[in-house]
């Protein structure tokens, strides 16, 4: 059984930085990637970042790229992902997931409906 648990989030002032981490355990049938999502009330969810699960490849919302760094760490079965310059429109419930399609491809999906494993969110605040 797989099973995904977020931790990290909190408060942090506009400018400030935050390192979400997730832990993974189980094995799935079929892994790709992981990836962060991020849910602001009355929005869709979204993309933040991607790594693959076998190589480097990294993918990033474009808001992100240059402050938000994924990485993951198969000794710890951690995937990370690194926050800087925060700002108030960062705000969310962010989530931490895997995507267990059967195939995989060389992009990253950003489609939240190809990711099968999810963890419970944890809550980013950026006061301004």
């Known amino acids: 059984q797989v099973q995904l648990v977020e931790s990290g989030g909190g408060l942090v002032q506009s400018g400030g930085s935050l390192k979400l981490s997730c832990a993974h355990s189980?094995?799935?049938?079929?892994?790709?990637?992981m990836a962060w999502f991020r849910q602001a009330p009355g929005k869709e969810r979204e993309f933040v970042a991607g790594?693959?699960?076998?190589?480097?490849?990294?993918d990033y919302l474009d808001a992100g790229k240059g402050r938000f760094t994924i990485s993951r760490d198969n000794a710890k079965n951690t995937v990370d992902l690194q926050m800087n310059s925060l700002k108030p429109e960062d705000m969310a419930v962010y989530y931490c997931?895997?995507?267990?399609?059967?195939?995989?491809?060389?992009?990253?999906?950003?489609?939240?409906?190809?990711?099968?494993?999810w963890g419970q969110g944890t809550q980013v605040t950026v006061s301004s």
């Open positions: 189980g094995r799935p049938f079929s892994a790709c990637a």
């Open positions: 790594i693959s699960w076998t190589d480097d490849n990294t």
């Open positions: 997931a895997l995507d267990n399609s059967a195939y995989c491809t060389s992009y990253l999906r950003r489609s939240p409906v190809r990711y099968g494993y």
